[in-house]
Every structure is written in C-alpha cells, then in structure tokens.
C-alpha cells in the first residue's frame, strides 16, 4: 500500500466515525416510553438505594453521581438500544448526567 491509498484509507475511516458518531446524535428521542423534555421519577431502585448517574449512556461508564429513590429529574433526551439498556440524560440541580430508563417513571407535574 502506497501513501495515497494509506491517506485515502484514513480519511475513509475517519468519515465512517463521523457518520457512526451523527447516527448515534440522531437516535429515536424516545426510550422505553419517555418522550423527550418532561419530568421523571427515580423508582424500580430500593428506597434505602441509589441510581447512579454515568457520564456517557453505558453501565461501564464513569459514576458522576447518584439520585435517590423519588427524586424529580428533567429528562432531556433518551436514546434506544438495539441491544442492552435504553438511557436517559437527565438533570437535577447541578447534576446531570445519563441514567437507566428502566429506572425512570414519567410525571405530570415538576417539583424542582
């Protein structure tokens, strides 16, 4: 393989990021029911447990941190997996940051 075709292939994979990362922006704003701008409710965790907030839609992300069992949160905006779990983004305060969906249920009235 000579250079061009080294730099033909590189600028390839580099738009097939790009193009995975603008799918990934672009998913369904629904997950598991909630639509996008409205308020939830931490449940389906313990009363004496917490739902950890991640930094990106992953379990294996990094715990930035946690909102107790009842807390009120504004969900931004959810993304649907084909495969594993459905994540939320959310905020609270100061915190924000990506949660379960299973652990969410949708309110009608916002209390923070």
Not at 86 to 105: E, I, P, Q
Request: net charge positive; charged share 10%.
């Amino acid at each position: 393989m000579n250079k061009q075709q080294e730099k033909v292939l590189v600028a390839t994979l580099c738009g097939l990021v790009m193009v995975a990362a603008g799918a990934f922006a672009v998913q369904p704003a629904m997950a598991a029911g909630y639509t996008v701008e409205q308020p939830a409710t931490v449940s389906g965790v313990a009363h004496w447990d917490q739902l950890n907030v991640r930094k990106w839609p992953a379990a294996y992300s990094q715990k930035i941190g946690a909102f107790n069992y009842g807390s009120t949160v504004w969900v931004e905006r959810c993304i649907s997996a084909q495969q594993g779990s459905d994540w939320c983004l959310v905020k609270s305060g100061t915190a924000k940051g990506w949660v379960n969906s299973r652990y969410l249920s949708a309110v009608q009235t916002w209390s923070n």
